[in-house]
């Protein structure tokens, strides 16, 4: 069992950076893969990025933010982050930090069992 609670998020101009991060519970966070999603109002909920349970393992990223998002982990700190720089307006939407047992980073939410409660991003033209 894995609780996760996401901070961060926030307003900001267009071209602006904000740092997600989400912090986990548990002492067997190291063996979770974990990844971030996100969801605009009226939309589905999109894979955004995903890191395998270490660090320098595989990280995969959404098209729309590959290059502009940065997805890192501290397993010391329990802690998964989402370094989002070039923020667009499209970007903006409620956040959502996600974690599974095992090494695979999933780009599908229906692979993860575990959900923070989300962070809101909102980024302003």
């Known amino acids: 069992q894995v609780q996760l609670v996401e901070s961060g998020g926030g307003l900001v101009q267009a071209g602006g950076s904000l740092r997600l991060s989400c912090a986990a519970s548990?002492?067997?966070?190291?063996?979770?893969?974990m990844a971030w999603f996100r969801q605009a109002p009226g939309k589905e909920r999109e894979f955004v990025a995903s890191?395998?349970?270490?660090?320098?393992?595989?990280?995969y990223y959404a098209d729309s933010v590959k290059g502009r998002f940065t997805i890192s982990r501290d397993n010391a700190k329990n802690t998964v982050y989402l370094q989002m720089n070039s923020l667009k307006p499209e970007d903006t939407a409620v956040y959502y930090c996600?974690?599974?047992?095992?090494?695979?980073?999933?780009?599908?939410?229906?692979?993860?069992?575990?959900w923070g409660q989300g962070t809101q991003v909102t980024v302003s033209s």
């Open positions: 548990g002492r067997t966070f190291s063996s979770y893969a």
């Open positions: 890191i395998s349970w270490t660090g320098g393992g595989s990280r």
């Open positions: 996600a974690a599974e047992f095992g090494y695979n980073a999933y780009l599908n939410p229906n692979e993860y069992n575990y």
